[in-house]
């Protein structure tokens, strides 16, 4: 039996918490056989603080689409301040009660322990590194966060990607470390951020019209804008053609006949996830035209509905996106234009587009979906632990 530690100050009882991440991570752990999961100061986790949330809230609109305020970054910290004074007290049974301790984005809290030999091997899980998101979602490169970070590379016994793209950009950027221990680093793609598995999907035939969706909260980043421009160009061709835009609620967009408006649903509610599932089961097409992004897992989720995912080339986007299977890649500045192009040349061919879909929903199955994702945690503790 393999008893993991689930370590990190995100909630893993919470589905809105990093965007669900932590949620299907634990849980996935817990379906499998052989394996003891359990989260570390999980009477942290359990009490809600409202305020914190109100505030944290406000943080994000505060941010105006740049990822980051500096509220937000202060209650980030002070909520690694608190769970730091939880875990204090727990720390010397660590080692004996757990085989490994698993930390997903938890250099924060990984990078102020000490006394590491008297801790079990650590498996760090994150999507980005700082510098990532420092440069591209407005993330303040404080020296405590660098500090925090080559300190959990160098103490963790494995450290898993969730792109190639950002293994690599580690690699040039903690050059050191990798050298000295290359098999410490790996990456392996997140799964499905959805309770229900999706069976089989009839879609509205293409003839009728061609459903879009775009999800993201950045507007601006996600490039709400060119898939708003890819809709009205599509219009414009004489084709029908309706999006529906989830998590954003842009002050310039209002809802027509040809746009559909969800600014938030909850995926922690039966009624949030059929409203979801809904909306996915009658598109046709994920347009996300983002400027910059880790691993966005509204790929995984569009892909179970066998919605082929039409993206930008950017970040760790590749590593989930194989051109021509499950979606198409543009390059960064590609305008709504040459989406809309994309699209229209798809109309044209129905069975095409069908096989498309039914390829797109197989690498889900195969591979972007959680229970591949916890097998590969469990092979990758064996391999440390001397078990494999």
């Keep these: 039996m393999l008893r993991i530690g689930f370590i990190t100050s995100h909630n893993p009882l919470d589905k809105n918490s990093f965007s669900g991440t932590v949620y299907y991570m634990y849980h996935s752990l817990q379906k499998l056989q052989n ?10 986790h359990s009490k809600r603080n409202m305020v914190e949330e109100l505030l944290f809230k406000l943080g994000k609109r ?4 740049a990822g980051f305020s500096p509220l937000h970054d202060f209650l980030n910290r002070l909520k690694v301040r608190r769970f730091e004074a939880v875990l204090k007290p727990e720390i010397a049974q660590l080692k004996a009660r757990y085989d490994i301790l698993l930390a997903p984005v938890a250099s924060n809290i990984i990078g102020r322990l000490k006394d590491f030999e008297k801790l079990p091997p650590i498996v760090f899980v994150t999507d980005a590194t700082y510098t990532y998101l420092h440069e591209n979602y407005g993330q303040p490169l404080r020296h405590e966060y660098v500090e925090n970070e080559q300190k959990t590379y160098s103490s963790a016994a494995r450290i898993v990607f969730s792109s190639e793209y950002m293994l690599g950009l580690a690699k040039k ?3 050191e470390q990798i050298l000295l221990q290359p098999e410490k680093f790996t990456h392996f ?9 999706v069976s ?3 879609k509205p035939p293409l003839s009728a019209g061609v459903n879009l969706v775009f999800i993201g909260k950045d507007w601006e980043r996600k490039g709400g804008q060119e898939a708003l421009e890819a809709l009205s160009l599509l219009t ?3 084709i029908q053609a309706h999006l529906t835009i989830i998590g954003a609620s842009p002050d310039s967009i209002r809802e027509t006949s040809r746009v559909t408006i969800h600014p938030f649903l909850d995926k922690n509610t039966q009624v949030g996830q059929q409203q979801f599932s809904e909306v996915m089961a009658n598109s046709h097409f994920l347009l996300l035209p983002t400027k910059a992004d880790c691993t966005p897992m509204v790929i995984a989720e569009a892909n179970a509905f066998g919605i082929p995912a039409l993206v930008s080339n950017v970040g760790g986007i590749p ?9 198409l890649l543009f390059q960064p500045d590609a305008s709504g234009l040459e989406y809309a192009e994309v699209i229209r040349i798809w109309l044209d061919d129905p069975e095409a587009y069908r096989r498309f879909s039914a390829t ?6 195969e591979r972007l979906n959680w229970e591949s994702w916890a097998k590969n945690i469990v092979r990758n503790a064996h391999e440390i632990l001397g078990w494999a």
Aim: with cysteine; glycine share 10%.
């Design 236 to 238: 414009e061709m004489g």
């Design 189 to 197: 793609p997140f799964g499905l951020n959805l309770d229900s598995s």
């Design 200 to 202: 089989s999907i009839i």
């Design 319 to 327: 590593s989930l996106v194989e051109h021509g299977v499950n979606g």
């Design 360 to 365: 797109s929903k197989r690498v889900f199955e």
């Design 62 to 65: 505060l941010a105006k689409g």
């Design 35 to 44: 394996v003891d999961v359990e989260i570390v100061c999980q009477s942290f």
């Design 173 to 175: 950027t903690f050059t």
